[in-house]
């Protein structure tokens, strides 16, 4: 098929230069029959059939143009040209382009007449050789005779093809986006702290109607996007926009400035492999700037009364989308380690990097490390807060203080709006030094065995941080010890049904939130499987009553499926629906284990004088097991 549209628009290209090339003959010799001393070069009945011939060419190259273009659309691969403005403003000017080159070859032809090669002064009646208008003296009375063809004609043609070939390259990207894409990315990034806002980023801007006004192919979403820019690119750029934030308290803080360097460090999609993401520009000291950030919002925060300035620094640290903070720490720590993820959880369970971290850190220490910030770890301002928070880890000097994330308890029930406290007082523990790392320890196991609500589910609360972070860290390095806090929990927590949060949330008691954790820690179900098989009988689940304990099955090992087997396969013989129904969703999905014959028998004991519900889905995990029944 794609043979027949370049076969198509090769047509229509040769049929509309015929068309054009006769068109200009016609017209010369045109003239040539209206002037006199001209000689024509086509008889007469040839002069009367060219304008027929004309229009039969430019009719078939409209018609093979059009088919070309409606096969290429059935395919999926049109340019879309006619489907909006630049396209048509591209063909136009490349079929211009074209037309301007035959111009130019055919050029106006002497057809008789004696010319001046060089001014084109008539010599007819010059009986030398030398030209009596501009002196030129020619060396044959052959180039008195030669075409004109006017070199003007030939860079309006280039012109035409070029920018007529760039119309078609980002054609696709105007019809998918909106007009503006077909600005060019180099434009945009010479002139992004001239051009409008929202050429640059999503500023939010809306219509008198209550719409917003959306440019998608704004620069900010074109460095989100490698089709648009290349990583290398953006990364150039990138280092020539953050010159100036080492200079400038204001430029480190520019909300334009901070959305494409966030665009370009911080990519939307997450999921892109760690080495899509640009690693910093070599030619800016990021460490340094990372000190200056930090100092800003030090300052900040202690300012009374805060400057505008220091207002608009707070406000920018609080917004993960223009924090120059956050921008600047990922590339100091990608820097340290390139290989390594972004996420900040990995960083912080790797001793080397937190030690990195601190050593960045030093030089400003004191000035971090002040009463006022430390006093904020437990103000009321949210912002203010988390600021102080991430300052006082970044530097180490929460290491003094990691004991003031826990002032703010409620006295009867684990408050789940403390979620805050539980976050940075759990990452502020992964990284102490020894020498404070067991006074941690015990202070954590101290809680789970406390007979008060609030320091039980603090403690469970941290402790399930711990083992979330410590399967995000790579298995090379070496994850928080928590087995110490899972057996306390496991003693002193499950079969307590106090309410952890208060009336409102009846089924979350430190039993079922105890369990969850159990259940996180315990990746191969050696310790998981007998409590789920336990709680499913004796209906004690609460609010975790359908669990899913089958995240992590490439982690098992032969012991696990002898645990789920000697645990959950009694729940085949469950006189209720909802426990067989658990079962068959949690069945384990590997068929390569010496346990596959027990397992398809278990699955099996479902298919007979059950119900239907239960039946099908029987059928389906045998199937799965390319077990074919009738």
Same mark, same amino acid.
């Given at each position: ?16 230069? #015929? ?24 008889? *007469? ?51 211009? @382009? ?8 055919? @050029? ?9 090669? *060089?001014?084109?002064?008539? +010599?007819?009646? %010059? ?61 945009? +990034?010479?002139?992004?702290? #001239? ?113 505008? $300035?220091?207002?608009?620094? $707070? ?24 290989? +390594? ?30 009463? /006022? ?48 406290? %539980? ?18 320890? /015990? ?11 609030? /320091? ?15 399967? *995000? ?30 009336? /409102? =949330? ?28 336990? +709680? ?24 696990? =499926? ?8 009694? $729940? ?28 398809? *028998?278990?699955?099996?004991?479902? $298919? ?12 389906? %995990? ?9």
């Amino acid at each position: 098929m794609l043979l027949f549209v370049v076969l198509l628009w090769g047509i229509a290209s040769l049929m509309a230069c #015929w068309g054009f090339s006769l068109s200009v003959r016609w017209v010369s010799d045109l003239n040539a029959r209206r002037r006199e001393r001209l000689v024509p070069m086509y008889s *007469k009945r040839a002069f009367k059939l060219a304008p027929v011939l004309i229009f039969v060419c430019f009719a078939v190259a409209v018609i093979a143009g059009y088919l070309a273009n409606q096969l290429a659309s059935i395919n999926g691969d049109s340019l879309g040209i006619l489907h909006s403005p630049v396209g048509i403003v591209s063909l136009l000017l490349a079929a211009s @382009g074209v037309l301007w080159i035959i111009q130019s070859v055919v @050029g106006d032809r002497a057809r008789g007449r004696v010319r001046c090669p *060089k001014c084109w002064y008539d +010599m007819s009646e %010059v009986p030398t050789m030398m030209c009596p208008e501009c002196g030129h003296e020619s060396k044959s009375r052959s180039q008195h005779t030669r075409t004109k063809r006017p070199r003007w004609a030939f860079i309006i043609a280039i012109l035409s093809i070029v920018i007529g070939s760039y119309g078609f390259s980002v054609n696709r990207r105007v019809i998918a986006t909106d007009l503006f894409a077909a600005v060019p990315t180099w434009v945009l +990034m010479v002139g992004w702290e #001239w051009f409008p806002t929202r050429l640059v980023y999503d500023d939010g801007t809306m219509t008198p109607s209550g719409d917003r006004v959306a440019v998608d192919s704004c620069l900010q979403n074109r460095l989100d996007d490698k089709e648009w820019v290349s990583k290398e690119r953006a990364t150039r750029f990138a280092g020539r926009i953050s010159q100036q934030m080492l200079k400038s308290k204001e430029a480190r803080w520019d909300p334009k400035r901070l959305k494409l360097l966030v665009s370009i460090y911080m990519q939307k999609q997450y999921w892109h492999p760690i080495d899509s993401y640009p690693l910093p520009a070599s030619n800016i000291d990021h460490e340094e700037l990372l000190r200056l950030c930090a100092l800003d919002i030090a300052e900040a925060l202690r300012a009374n009364p805060p400057t505008m $300035l220091d207002e608009s620094i $707070l406000d920018a640290a609080s917004n993960p989308l223009q924090n120059a903070y956050i921008i600047t720490r990922r590339s100091v720590l990608r820097s340290y380690a390139p290989n +390594m993820s972004p996420y900040f959880s990995t960083y912080l369970g790797d001793p080397e990097l937190n030690a990195y971290l601190q050593g960045v850190f030093k030089p400003i220490f004191n000035d971090i490390d002040q009463p /006022e910030i430390v006093a904020m770890i437990n103000t009321d301002d949210h912002d203010k807060k988390t600021l102080a928070t991430r300052l006082l880890i970044d530097s180490k000097a929460i290491n003094l203080h990691y004991m003031n994330l826990t002032r703010s308890l409620d006295a009867k029930y684990g408050s789940r709006d403390d979620w805050e406290n %539980v976050f940075y007082f759990s990452e502020a523990v992964r990284t102490l030094p020894d020498e404070l790392k067991s006074q941690a320890n /015990e202070l954590i196991a101290n809680w789970l065995q406390s007979d008060l609500v609030s /320091e039980r589910m603090f403690a469970i609360r941290a402790v399930t941080h711990l083992v979330i972070a410590n399967n *995000k860290i790579p298995k090379d390095q070496k994850p928080y010890d928590v087995s110490l806090f899972i057996e306390l929990a496991k003693e002193f927590s499950l079969g307590d049904d106090r309410l952890a949060y208060g009336p /409102e =949330y009846p089924g979350a008691t430190i039993h079922t939130t105890s369990l969850s954790l159990i259940l996180k820690h315990d990746r191969t179900g050696l310790v998981s499987f007998p409590l789920i098989g336990e +709680m499913i009988e004796q209906a004690t689940f609460g609010a975790y009553g359908r669990p899913n304990a089958f995240k992590h099955e490439d982690e098992w090992t032969d012991e696990s =499926y002898q645990a789920w087997i000697d645990n959950l396969a009694q $729940l085949a013989e469950s006189p209720f629906t909802e426990n067989q129904l658990w079962m068959l969703e949690n069945f384990p999905r590997r068929e390569d284990t010496i346990f596959e014959d027990q397992l398809i *028998k278990i699955a099996a004991s479902l $298919l007979h004088d059950q119900p239907g519900e239960v039946e099908r889905m029987a059928r389906q %995990v045998l199937w799965k097991r390319g077990i074919d029944l009738p």
